[in-house]
Every structure is written in structure tokens, then in C-alpha cells.
Nanobody
Framework: QVQLVESGGGLVQPGGSLKLSCAASGSIFRTDAMAWYRQGPGKERELVASFTSGSRPNYADSVKDRFTISRENAKNTVTLQMNSLKPEDTAVYYC??????????????WGQGTQVTVSS
């Protein structure tokens, strides 16, 4: 009854910007945490940015001061504004949420992923 859908990925030049969006749909009672992960070529999946309800966001050292995670509570949407992109930012980016639906238990949900490629 709940799904997460990412959008906004694409090909950009180094130094460029992209804004990713993740929309959660369904009967959502409570969202405990939301995050963006990424997995680059030959790398393990890593946490990029996250926050729990009512807290300040946390960022990986590699993206701090360049990326900004934001949450729109009314629309159940989380975004990731990515500025000053570097080739090493190239990865599939995944939206993650820990939430409870009206008819289910607390559960961890993942989006399908969106490709971000930074290349000249």
C-alpha cells in the first residue's frame, strides 16, 4: 500500500546541479526517518543524507556543504539538492523511508533508484 518513487536523475557536467525527488504514496500514518543512499560503480551502497522526524539532517562527509536534503511533510516528499557535482558522485541514488501505514507495521521502504552521472 506504500511505494516510493524517485525522479530527477540524469547526466550533468562536473560543477553542475541536480535535484532528486522522492514521492511516497499510500496510507501513511507516520514517517520516522527518510534518507538518500547511493551506490557507485564497484562500490558498496552508502548513506548520503538522512534525518529523523524533528531532527537536523546528517550528511556524509563527501557531500557535506554540497548536498541538501529536505522533506515536505504535507506531500510526503523528500528531495536531495545536489550542487557542485563531482565525477565521484556518479551512482544510482535510492530513496529510503522508515514509516508506518495505517494498516501495517513500521517498515523500511526503498525506491527503485535513479541514475546520476557526472561527466564532461
Amino acid at each position: 500500500q506504500v511505494q516510493l518513487v524517485e525522479s530527477g536523475g540524469g547526466l550533468v557536467q562536473p560543477g553542475g546541479s541536480l535535484k532528486l525527488s522522492c514521492a511516497a504514496s499510500g496510507s501513511i500514518f507516520r514517517t520516522d526517518a527518510m534518507a538518500w543512499y547511493r551506490q557507485g560503480p564497484g562500490k558498496e551502497r552508502e548513506l548520503v543524507a538522512s534525518f529523523t522526524s524533528g531532527s537536523r539532517p546528517n550528511y556524509a562527509d563527501s557531500v557535506k556543504d554540497r548536498f541538501t536534503i529536505s522533506r515536505e511533510n504535507a506531500k510526503n516528499t523528500v528531495t536531495l539538492q545536489m550542487n557542485s557535482l563531482k565525477p565521484e558522485d556518479t551512482a544510482v541514488y535510492y530513496c529510503n523511508a522508515v514509516l508506518k501505514s495505517y494498516v501495517g507495521r513500521v517498515q523500511n521502504y526503498w525506491g527503485q533508484g535513479t541514475q546520476v552521472t557526472v561527466s564532461s
